[in-house]
């Protein structure tokens, strides 16, 4: 990792490396985006046969039926071993209470008398998850994108995912069996899936949104087709602040390494006041990857440790960041966070944990999205649609000032759809 202090003789280039990461965006899908377009241009065509062809170059289906049938599910939950089982079935509890505690629910009120406005609640007609399985089997991302979507009242839920092991299989089985309406999952990733679930095929129906994250061509998919189908959110490669200044360093460097290890574009930074902290952490991180390929790679390109004059500093460079996961000391540092995706407070608090089993989502906005957004929850999954009332007596009295605001804008039906229905 390269230790950088924001003052003295190495501010400037400290400087320029954050203001290089406050531009880094999500993710720049450039060099995929011809290829997506093809491919999506090819399954909008040519349905199930494309999307076959695709399937078996780039997902090794050889031969075997695009969905994955109920019996393989339970097979593959059955198989499993217990301890396995006990923490699916944990890590899926804790996600449903927290989605159950984020739902919105439905209210009015009557701010004139005879008049009044509220708001519904509604989930979406269906969703497709995408669950990456390319480098690693990720079971905890299809109880993290499912389960929010099942306590919404999703009806139909669509999974794909590209070789599903065992464990994101028997995962699915324990999604179908609280899913409200239909549970379909299809073992194909990419592009083409993303395609699949936007624009449909005769073997898949098209849905209404598509969330879950993947590498860039399943990113760059996602923002090609956000124009008709929803999407949560562009997911880039994953990233890691810790902001402290009494932090263990063999615990903080547990944690850049286990995210770092995700990808070797993943970013991990420590941000301090505290020199003999930063120089413990890098030593520790050396030592704690060494066997971990990936998490080197990562660490040597994107690894930072900035060294700050002040607190104040490290916070304020904390938000500019707007990290994916931010770890920080202790519960009163939660004021001063602004922006990002999830934070994870005090010594005794892994990252990890929130990857699997605490219960808020691990799909998480990266790119400085933080800013703008939280994570995938279970507002994703729902629609607030708004309502008004008016009794004859209450328009009479309100109409006035509709008609005042129209005519004013020249929008002179507007005002006389009001006046009609005051005679």
């Not at 531009?23 to 899908?29: I, K, P, S």
Request: net charge negative; hydrophobic share 40%; glycine share 8%.
């Amino acid at each position: 990792m390269k230790i950088l202090k924001t003052f003295g003789d190495s501010q400037q280039p400290a400087e320029a490396a954050i203001q290089s990461l406050e531009q880094r965006g999500a993710v720049n899908t450039a060099k995929v985006d011809t290829t997506v377009r093809t491919i999506l241009a090819d399954v909008r065509q040519g349905g199930d046969e494309a999307l076959r062809e695709y399937a078996t170059r780039f997902d090794e289906l050889a031969g075997q039926p695009l969905q994955v049938t109920p019996e393989e599910m339970q097979a593959a939950w059955e198989a499993t071993s217990e301890e396995l089982k006990a923490a699916l079935r944990l890590a899926q509890a804790n996600i449903r209470a927290f989605a159950e505690k984020q739902l919105p629910r439905a209210w009015s009120f009557r701010p004139v008398e005879g008049m009044e406005v509220g708001q519904i609640v509604r989930p979406l007609g269906s969703v497709g998850c995408y669950v990456p399985g390319g480098r690693y089997p990720l079971p905890s991302t299809l109880l993290m994108t499912t389960t929010p979507a099942q306590v919404a009242g999703v009806t139909r839920i669509v999974v794909c995912s590209p070789k599903p092991g065992r464990e994101t299989m028997a995962a699915a089985w324990l999604a179908s069996q609280d899913a409200p309406g239909t549970f379909e999952f299809y073992r194909i990733g990419g592009a083409q899936a993303v395609a699949a679930m936007a624009f449909g095929t005769a073997t898949i129906k098209p849905v209404d949104k598509i969330v879950g994250p993947g590498n860039l061509f399943v990113t760059a998919a996602k923002i090609a087709v956000s124009a008709e189908t929803g999407i949560d959110m562009p997911a880039g490669p994953t990233e890691i602040v810790v902001t402290s200044e009494t932090g263990d360093p063999s615990g903080i460097a547990a944690d850049l390494v286990a995210q770092a290890e995700h990808d070797p574009e993943a970013l991990a930074i420590l941000i301090t006041t505290k020199a003999d902290l930063a120089e413990e952490v890098a030593l520790e991180v050396k030592r704690q990857s060494q066997t971990n390929e990936i998490a080197q790679q990562s660490l040597d390109a994107q690894g930072f440790i900035f060294i700050t004059q002040t607190v104040e500093e490290a916070q304020d460079l904390t938000n500019r960041l707007a990290p994916e996961h931010l770890t920080v000391d202790a519960g009163a540092d939660v004021r001063w966070v602004k922006n990002a995706g999830s934070v994870f407070i005090g010594h005794h608090t892994p990252q990890s944990m929130g990857d699997y089993i605490s219960g808020p989502n691990h799909v998480l906005p990266t790119g400085r999205n933080g800013r703008v957004r939280g994570g995938l929850s279970v507002l994703d999954f729902v629609k607030v649609i708004t309502v008004q009332q008016y009794t004859r007596e209450a328009l009479r009295e309100v109409g006035p000032h509709t008609i005042a605001l129209a005519e004013a804008e020249g929008l002179t039906g507007h005002a006389e759809s009001v006046r009609v229905r005051m005679r």
